[in-house]
């Protein structure tokens, strides 16, 4: 058996609660919601200044940023405290792959984060 992989293009999304948060009611106001899941866009930049979660991948082979003239992301955060953080990749797992009934073969990854 021989270690094989699989590339996914997607969009890789973490959602984490940020309790430290403060959103003034002033800023809510002008807002006009009344929903604790309306989410705000917020400059990617801030991403710099918050914790992050550790995540780790299993069987991760590579994980590449998509960007063209600048990254594919996103930052949001809930008048709730979530931030929400979206970026586009392609990530490579490492899938190991028999072809012994080939063309009649069954492949299963698994993909944990």
């Known amino acids: 058996m021989q270690e094989y992989s699989v590339t996914f293009s997607s969009y890789f999304n973490v959602l984490w609660q940020e309790p430290r948060l403060h959103i003034s009611e002033r800023f809510l106001k002008e807002l006009n919601s009344t ?3 309306t989410m705000i866009p917020v400059n990617l930049e801030l991403v710099n200044e ?3 979660p550790n995540i780790f991948i299993y069987n991760l082979k590579t994980f590449k940023v998509v960007e063209v003239l600048s990254k ?5 955060i809930t008048t709730n405290n979530d ?4 970026q586009a990749t392609h990530i ?7 072809f012994d009934a080939f063309p009649l073969d069954t492949q299963v990854c698994q993909q944990k984060l």
């Open 35 to 37: 929903s604790p899941d």
């Open 50 to 52: 918050l914790w992050l």
């Open 72 to 76: 594919h992301a996103g930052l949001w």
């Open 83 to 86: 931030v929400f953080y979206s």
């Open 92 to 98: 490579t797992f490492i899938c190991p792959m028999r």
